[in-house]
């Protein structure tokens, strides 16, 4: 009950709130719990791409954290071959009911405009980015654009 | 005894109030005081009535009769025991049929500018403010410790024991009196006790579980004239603590599970835990108190562990 009224008020929030950083917030039709985000990253070298996110809320949101997993294909030390990333603040040790999908969606932006190399999921990604940042750089650049979405104009 | 009071006027024809501050003098008597009264508030003085503590005042009674002790708003009390001196008097309730006194709920308050529940965005009248003004509703705040008791995220703050942090985010304020848990219903509460109580005995050297199969309590041993025995406050079964057993086993001093432990396991530096490393890096994060620390000094994580014992 608490989990739908919060998510219609966000998802009507995170829409209109005209941040030029993600776009294209949509839920499934028939299920509140399941949105996808286009995530539009600003630093290289990720900012020619687009990168789709689906976010899946339990069933008891908001004392339960929701599931966020990036459904593009990206080139990145924190980002798995799944599309799986650790984000401290949507973790269930340290998750927090008061905590709103836009500030996820911001810190998950972060995340991607300044890699943590030592916190790496892909640690040849990380050694890369570290120790030859001009070859990651290459790299990361054509992997979006072969497998990125294009931004919306 | 001498001071300003402040008293309140009221009209009881029309109901109208007005607050006054007065000079007051301990030889003065209630026809005095009136009389001072009348100077301020053109009030005839024979038309006053003086109520105090709930009861009508004589005019001829003395001020210094009156328990009117300075601003502090304490009643100096003496003890018939120990006669110690300068003692105030502090009031509680208490259940008559149970004997538990009541605690005050300080986290728990009204909701006076009606703002928004940080959790719902609703405004409800009673609300959760664990002294940082993030507020949120008792509805919201009964779920948070539900679904926190679900899966005993609990942090464990000394004094106050295992407790949860303000909901929002960063807010590192927590419920400083578990008392605040009891909304969530008694069998809930019920069931935190218990689970906090076998998490403290995990961390403490003093803490032990009953081994009577059909009790499981956790409790602690006193550790004054210590036999190496306990007996369980629950189920009364008396046992040696070193094997667990009714009738003691332990021939020697070698006890192979303690020894195992102690041989397998790294003390958490933060609440003393027994930590078993079975992969990964060096970085650990306390499930008991949610410390960050490193395996390998045993200390709190730092930035050297980061880049020279992530792995190993």
Redesign the interface.
Known sequence: M?AT??LQ?ELGDLKNCGVKAYENVECEETNLLKWTVLLLPDKEPYNKGAFKVGITFPV?Y???PPKVTFETKIYHPNVDEEGKFCLP?VT??NW????KTE?VMMALLSLINEPEP?HPIRADVAEEFQKDNKKFMKTAEEHTRKHAEKRPE | MSGAITILVQDRKTGQRRNLTLEIDADENIAELTKNVEKLTHIPSDELEVVFCGKKLSKSTMMKELSLTPATKRIPVTCEDCCASNLFAEFKFKCLTCNDLAAALTHVRGNWQMEEC????NKEKIIFDLGCN?I?CK??FR??L??TLN?F?FINKPPYGYTI???????NKVVKDVHHFHIMGQSAYSEYQRKATERLILVDDEGVTCPNALCGQSFFWEPYDDDGRSQCPDCFYTFCRKCTEKECVCQSDDDLTKSTIDATTRRCPNCNVATERNGGCSHI?C?SC?MDWCFKCVTAWREEC??DH?FN
């Not at chain 2, 942090?165 to 807010?171: D, H, R």
Request: proline share 7%; with cysteine.
């Open positions: 608490s009224r919060r008020k008891d908001p004392f339960k603040i269930a040790e927090k009911p008061a905590t500030q030592s | 940080c959790v719902c965005d993030h949120s509805n919201c779920e948070y539900l679904s899966s995220n942090s303000c909901p929002y985010q960063g807010c994060h499930t949610g980061q880049w992530w």
